[in-house]
């Protein structure tokens, strides 16, 4: 029985996991992770280190991060309220490098991301709230992390926009993609 469903985006990549939900009258059931589901869509052994929570308020967007050395996978759900999660391709010798895709992740839909270790990584929340959780292929590592600007035109993210975004003061100063430091 298959407890999830790979879907693929524009970036072969960057998967998106559906998972199967069981519900009745009383609530619902999914399983949130199946190590070997996983590591036959994904077509590799990933080991997971590290699980971050994070909540947030409505026009906050969080990104673009990724770490130079110690690069992280993540895979990555809202649990309350939604989000638009959004994976760049920071590998400059990819066939996709510079591309991004994004998908709404929300309490209601179940949906996780994949970003894989190579890629930038932002949202922006949708709701009044969110809850993120996000598994991480290692640990954090405050030094290497770099950050890509949410808007660098060179990119052209579709952010789905209600307002100015309430952005931190590291991600006021994200670098252009073709000025960052990035992966060979």
């Known amino acids: 029985m298959t407890l999830t469903q790979a879907i693929p985006t524009a970036i072969p990549d960057v998967l998106i996991f559906e998972p199967a939900v069981f519900g009745d009258e009383r609530g619902f059931l999914q399983v949130s992770f ?37 690069p992280q996978g993540k895979l990555v759900r809202a649990v309350t309220g939604r989000i638009f999660d959004v994976a760049v391709d920071a590998r400059r010798s990819s ?15 179940h949906r996780q991301l994949w970003v894989p270790p190579g890629f930038a990584h ?20 405050p030094e290497h992390e770099r950050t890509v600007a949410w808007n660098d035109p060179a990119i052209a993210i ?21 000025n960052a430091e990035v992966f060979a």
């Open 34 to 70: 199946n190590a070997r589901e996983f590591n036959e869509a994904v077509g590799a052994d990933i080991a997971f280190v590290q699980d971050n929570h994070s909540r947030s308020r409505r026009h906050v967007l969080r990104g673009l991060h990724y770490q130079i050395r110690q």
């Open 158 to 178: 579709e952010w789905p926009l209600e307002a100015e975004p309430l952005l931190s003061a590291k991600d006021k100063v994200g670098k252009a993609l073709g």
């Open 95 to 109: 066939p996709t490098f510079g591309r991004w895709a994004g998908v709404e992740l929300s309490a209601d839909n």
């Open 122 to 141: 932002g949202f922006l929340v949708l709701s009044d709230t969110a809850d993120v959780l996000y598994k991480t292929t290692d640990y954090y590592a």
